[in-house]
Nanobody, 111 residues
């Protein structure tokens, strides 16, 4: 099993920045892809970004150029640096890998 714990959410004004962290523990040896997802109120959960163990990244179009996903394999941690935040980025952000999910961290962007 894999345990994922997110942190770093909070309230920020539009244009501001936040950095989310996801610490992974458990059966780490087979983890390849780690991803960040988000779910806004009344909407379905959507993919935000993914990163492979080799560093290849993928972003949803709405965050390209503003968000950066990275990982520290030695610390079993994946990060999501979010810049130029917009009110529409407000959501609960989840970390996921291999079908496992964290409990999420709330990001609220005020206008």
């Amino acid at each position: 099993q894999v345990q994922l714990v997110e942190s770093g959410g909070g309230l920020v004004q539009a244009g501001g920045s936040l950095r989310l962290s996801c610490a992974a523990s458990g059966s780490m040896f087979s983890i390849n892809v780690m991803g960040w997802y988000r779910q806004a109120p009344g909407k379905q959960r959507e993919l935000v970004a993914t990163i492979r163990s080799g560093g290849h990244t993928h972003y949803v179009d709405s965050v390209k150029g503003r968000f950066t996903i990275s990982r520290d394999n030695a610390k079993n941690t994946v990060y999501l640096q979010m810049n130029s935040l917009k009110p529409e980025d407000t959501a609960v952000y989840y970390c996921s890998s291999m079908g496992y999910w964290g409990k999420g961290t709330l990001v609220t962007v005020s206008s």
